[in-house]
């Protein structure tokens, strides 16, 4: 490249002069992989903005072209809409299966005293298809910084709870023969992955930072039903300084 590769952090927040940058910038002949991808990804980005395409439930993300001419006061969560659309980047999406296909692939191995409970427990997990689940969540965890695994409970009588049940903690950790009580009878019926753009996070403590729900919900609103977070497996990365954690529904960064 006969250019600067980073110009564009010599520039002002201007977004017209962003837009100028990205529709003039040309790459040589001797263009490399990586900068042929970044001058298609430049020009597919202002054809999205002219169309109207970034759009969504929140205020657009500029911060992936440049931080060095953003306001960082100005960038703010880009919206789950927008970074569900980046499944259809074919760069981010085969990275992010790649690293979920690669954390599930060897899986694991189950270890007892009893093989019948070994047994047992590995023909329960292939019946609850574990490792697909785990590598499901993993990809949405890419996208989105993080999901959440439902775990559905159902009486010996074949029942799911009621929704005031499902407001009840399953377990507690400071008492192991609560969890015997609790779940006597039941059965786990499925495993069931809920993106973070169908649940609302809920009841956490923020005036206290010695109390245990502190940031922490304590249960979540999935589509206006409430259900206690210990129902859930949480399943997040990309860590964000706390006082973020609301604006990203205590999960992580997604792709952005």
Request: glycine share 6%; proline share 5%; hydrophobic share 35%.
């Amino acid at each position: 490249m006969t250019q600067n590769m980073y110009p564009m952090a010599t520039l002002d927040s201007s977004y017209k002069k962003v837009l100028r940058f990205l529709g003039n910038y040309e790459l040589k002949e001797s263009e490399s992989p990586l900068e042929i991808a970044i001058k298609r990804q430049c020009r597919q980005f202002r054809a999205n903005f002219v169309k109207g395409q970034l759009r969504d439930d929140a205020t657009p993300f500029w911060g992936n072209i440049s931080h060095a001419m953003i306001d960082p006061l100005t960038i703010k969560f880009p919206g789950y809409t927008f970074l569900a659309s980046l499944a259809q980047n074919t760069f981010i999406k085969n990275g992010i299966q790649k690293i979920a296909d690669e954390m599930t692939r060897e899986w694991g191995k189950l270890s007892t005293s009893d093989d019948s409970i070994t047994k047992e427990i590995e023909s329960q997990m292939n019946r609850l298809r574990v490792q697909e689940q785990f590598r499901k969540a993993q990809i949405a965890n890419g996208y989105y910084g993080g999901a959440l695994i439902y775990i559905e409970l159902l009486d010996n009588e074949g029942k799911a709870p009621s929704n005031e049940e499902l407001m009840t903690p399953i377990y507690d950790q400071s008492n192991p023969e609560f969890v015997k009580l609790k779940l006597k009878g039941c059965r786990i019926s499925r495993l069931k992955i809920i993106e973070p753009i169908n649940f609302t996070a809920q009841g956490y403590n923020t005036t206290d930072p010695t109390d245990e729900n502190y940031y922490k919900p304590t249960y979540y609103s999935v589509q206006g039903k409430n259900i206690h977070a210990s129902r859930f497996l949480r399943i997040s990365e990309n860590y964000v300084p706390q006082i973020f954690s609301p604006i990203y529904n205590f999960l992580g960064m997604g792709a952005h």
